[in-house]
Protein backbone atom coordinates (compact mmCIF):
# COMPACT_ATOMS: atom_id res chain seq x y z
CA UNK A 1 0.00 0.00 0.00
CA UNK A 2 2.97 2.36 0.81
CA UNK A 3 3.92 3.38 -2.39
CA UNK A 4 7.38 5.23 -3.17
CA UNK A 5 7.28 8.85 -3.97
CA UNK A 6 9.60 9.41 -7.37
CA UNK A 7 12.52 10.99 -6.55
CA UNK A 8 14.23 14.44 -8.26
CA UNK A 9 15.88 11.91 -10.54
CA UNK A 10 13.33 10.63 -11.38
CA UNK A 11 11.17 13.23 -11.88
CA UNK A 12 13.68 15.46 -14.13
CA UNK A 13 13.92 12.01 -16.37
CA UNK A 14 10.23 11.66 -16.53
CA UNK A 15 9.57 15.46 -17.88
CA UNK A 16 9.65 15.30 -21.70
CA UNK A 17 12.46 17.60 -23.12
CA UNK A 18 11.47 20.55 -25.89
CA UNK A 19 11.87 18.13 -28.70
CA UNK A 20 9.61 16.10 -27.29
CA UNK A 21 6.94 18.38 -25.95
CA UNK A 22 4.31 18.83 -29.20
CA UNK A 23 4.54 22.06 -31.22
CA UNK A 24 1.51 24.79 -31.40
CA UNK A 25 -0.04 25.05 -34.47
CA UNK A 26 0.95 27.90 -36.60
CA UNK A 27 -1.45 30.18 -38.48
CA UNK A 28 -1.31 28.23 -41.34
CA UNK A 29 -2.17 25.32 -39.13
CA UNK A 30 -4.99 26.87 -37.19
CA UNK A 31 -8.54 26.13 -37.91
CA UNK A 32 -10.32 29.29 -39.54
CA UNK A 33 -12.51 31.80 -37.83
CA UNK A 34 -16.45 31.04 -37.23
CA UNK A 35 -18.62 33.53 -38.99
CA UNK A 36 -19.32 36.50 -36.68
CA UNK A 37 -15.88 35.82 -35.07
CA UNK A 38 -13.02 38.38 -34.75
CA UNK A 39 -9.60 37.37 -35.25
CA UNK A 40 -8.32 37.63 -31.18
CA UNK A 41 -4.73 39.25 -32.02
CA UNK A 42 -6.98 42.25 -33.39
CA UNK A 43 -8.38 42.22 -30.23
CA UNK A 44 -5.64 41.99 -28.23
CA UNK A 45 -3.84 44.70 -30.21
CA UNK A 46 -6.79 46.93 -29.78
CA UNK A 47 -6.90 46.36 -25.91
CA UNK A 48 -2.98 46.95 -26.16
CA UNK A 49 -3.83 50.58 -27.82
CA UNK A 50 -6.48 51.27 -25.43
CA UNK A 51 -4.26 50.76 -22.61
CA UNK A 52 -1.70 52.47 -23.97
CA UNK A 53 -3.59 55.44 -24.77
CA UNK A 54 -5.54 56.23 -21.00
CA UNK A 55 -2.42 55.46 -19.79
CA UNK A 56 -0.90 58.58 -21.55
CA UNK A 57 -3.76 60.57 -21.18
CA UNK A 58 -5.16 59.46 -17.87
CA UNK A 59 -2.47 58.50 -15.33
CA UNK A 60 -3.72 57.40 -12.01
CA UNK A 61 -1.12 58.05 -9.88
CA UNK A 62 -0.53 61.24 -11.72
CA UNK A 63 -3.69 62.51 -10.29
CA UNK A 64 -3.10 61.28 -7.23
CA UNK A 65 -0.19 63.32 -6.57
CA UNK A 66 -1.94 66.01 -7.97
CA UNK A 67 -4.44 65.91 -5.71
CA UNK A 68 -1.77 65.65 -2.87
CA UNK A 69 -0.07 68.63 -3.93
CA UNK A 70 -3.34 70.95 -4.65
CA UNK A 71 -4.47 69.56 -1.24
CA UNK A 72 -1.32 70.64 1.23
CA UNK A 73 -1.11 74.59 1.91
CA UNK A 74 1.92 76.07 0.80
CA UNK A 75 4.45 75.54 3.27
CA UNK A 76 7.15 78.62 3.88
CA UNK A 77 10.89 77.37 3.02
CA UNK A 78 12.64 79.62 5.47
CA UNK A 79 11.36 81.15 8.91
CA UNK A 80 11.12 85.19 8.64
CA UNK A 81 10.19 87.70 11.03
CA UNK A 82 6.55 87.86 10.20
CA UNK A 83 6.36 83.88 10.86
CA UNK A 84 7.97 84.53 14.11
CA UNK A 85 5.96 87.41 15.31
CA UNK A 86 2.83 85.54 14.28
CA UNK A 87 4.09 82.03 16.01
CA UNK A 88 4.78 84.23 19.26
CA UNK A 89 1.40 85.99 19.12
CA UNK A 90 -0.15 82.42 18.87
CA UNK A 91 1.33 81.08 22.06
CA UNK A 92 0.94 84.14 24.10
CA UNK A 93 -2.70 84.38 23.90
CA UNK A 94 -3.14 80.28 24.51
CA UNK A 95 -0.93 80.61 27.23
CA UNK A 96 -2.93 83.80 28.87
CA UNK A 97 -6.18 81.86 28.28
CA UNK A 98 -5.26 79.92 31.21
CA UNK A 99 -4.03 82.56 33.24
CA UNK A 100 -6.24 84.40 35.71
CA UNK A 101 -7.26 87.90 34.95
CA UNK A 102 -5.04 90.12 36.34
CA UNK A 103 -2.19 88.17 35.44
CA UNK A 104 -3.48 88.03 31.64
CA UNK A 105 -3.48 92.10 31.91
CA UNK A 106 0.20 92.01 33.54
CA UNK A 107 1.19 89.68 30.35
CA UNK A 108 -1.03 92.04 27.95
CA UNK A 109 1.78 94.91 29.23
CA UNK A 110 4.68 92.84 29.70
CA UNK A 111 4.40 91.55 26.11
CA UNK A 112 4.27 95.24 24.39
CA UNK A 113 6.92 95.07 21.20
CA UNK A 114 8.23 98.22 22.93
CA UNK A 115 8.80 96.74 26.36
CA UNK A 116 9.95 93.78 25.05
CA UNK A 117 13.04 95.46 22.75
CA UNK A 118 13.95 97.46 26.12
CA UNK A 119 13.99 94.23 28.52
CA UNK A 120 15.85 92.62 25.97
CA UNK A 121 18.20 94.75 25.29
CA UNK A 122 19.00 95.38 28.89
CA UNK A 123 18.77 92.42 29.68
CA UNK A 124 22.02 91.02 27.76
CA UNK A 125 23.81 94.10 29.14
CA UNK A 126 22.94 95.61 32.46
CA UNK A 127 22.26 92.30 34.36
CA UNK A 128 25.77 91.06 33.34
CA UNK A 129 26.13 88.41 36.80
CA UNK A 130 30.17 89.95 37.28
CA UNK A 131 28.67 93.30 37.18
CA UNK A 132 26.05 92.36 39.51
CA UNK A 133 28.65 90.59 42.06
CA UNK A 134 31.71 93.28 41.84
CA UNK A 135 28.60 95.98 42.66
CA UNK A 136 26.67 94.59 45.23
CA UNK A 137 30.40 93.51 46.87
CA UNK A 138 31.64 97.55 46.03
CA UNK A 139 28.44 98.59 47.23
CA UNK A 140 28.07 96.59 50.59
CA UNK A 141 31.98 97.24 51.63
CA UNK A 142 31.79 100.80 51.14
CA UNK A 143 28.48 101.41 52.56
CA UNK A 144 29.54 99.49 55.56
CA UNK A 145 33.00 101.70 55.72
CA UNK A 146 31.40 104.91 55.13
CA UNK A 147 28.54 104.21 58.05
CA UNK A 148 31.42 103.32 60.43
CA UNK A 149 32.67 106.73 59.48
CA UNK A 150 29.64 108.79 59.51
CA UNK A 151 28.68 107.16 63.24
CA UNK A 152 32.38 107.84 63.93
CA UNK A 153 33.61 111.04 63.07
CA UNK A 154 29.86 112.88 63.22
CA UNK A 155 28.79 113.58 59.79
CA UNK A 156 25.26 112.54 58.24
CA UNK A 157 24.88 109.40 55.98
CA UNK A 158 24.36 110.55 52.44
CA UNK A 159 22.63 107.90 50.56
CA UNK A 160 23.62 108.88 47.19
CA UNK A 161 26.96 107.14 48.05
CA UNK A 162 25.19 103.36 48.41
CA UNK A 163 24.43 104.22 44.15
CA UNK A 164 27.63 105.58 43.27
CA UNK A 165 29.74 102.85 44.61
CA UNK A 166 27.56 99.97 43.16
CA UNK A 167 27.69 101.45 39.99
CA UNK A 168 31.56 101.81 40.47
CA UNK A 169 31.56 98.34 41.60
CA UNK A 170 29.51 97.42 38.59
CA UNK A 171 31.83 98.75 35.97
CA UNK A 172 34.74 97.43 37.72
CA UNK A 173 32.99 93.33 37.68
CA UNK A 174 32.02 93.88 34.14
CA UNK A 175 36.19 95.20 33.15
CA UNK A 176 37.43 92.23 35.45
CA UNK A 177 34.72 89.95 33.06
CA UNK A 178 36.62 91.09 29.63
CA UNK A 179 39.69 91.04 31.30
CA UNK A 180 39.04 87.50 32.23
CA UNK A 181 37.83 87.13 28.82
CA UNK A 182 40.69 88.14 27.06
CA UNK A 183 43.07 86.36 28.93
CA UNK A 184 41.08 82.89 28.85
CA UNK A 185 40.25 82.92 25.31
CA UNK A 186 41.92 81.28 22.22
CA UNK A 187 43.38 83.61 19.55
CA UNK A 188 43.35 82.68 15.89
CA UNK A 189 46.60 83.56 15.67
CA UNK A 190 47.71 80.92 18.40
CA UNK A 191 46.05 78.04 16.38
Do not use: C
Request: aromatic share 6%; net charge neutral; glycine share 6%.
Amino acid sequence: MSERLPTIEQHEAWQPTPEQLPALPTAEQAEPLRPGETDPLQRLETARNDVEQSVGRDNPLERLQASEKAAQPAVPTHINQELKSITLRRELQQLRRQLPAPQRALSKLIHQPIIRAVSEATGQTVSRPSGLLGGGLVAFIGTSGYLYLARHQGFTYNYTVFLALFVGGFALGLLLEFFVHLATSRHPSES
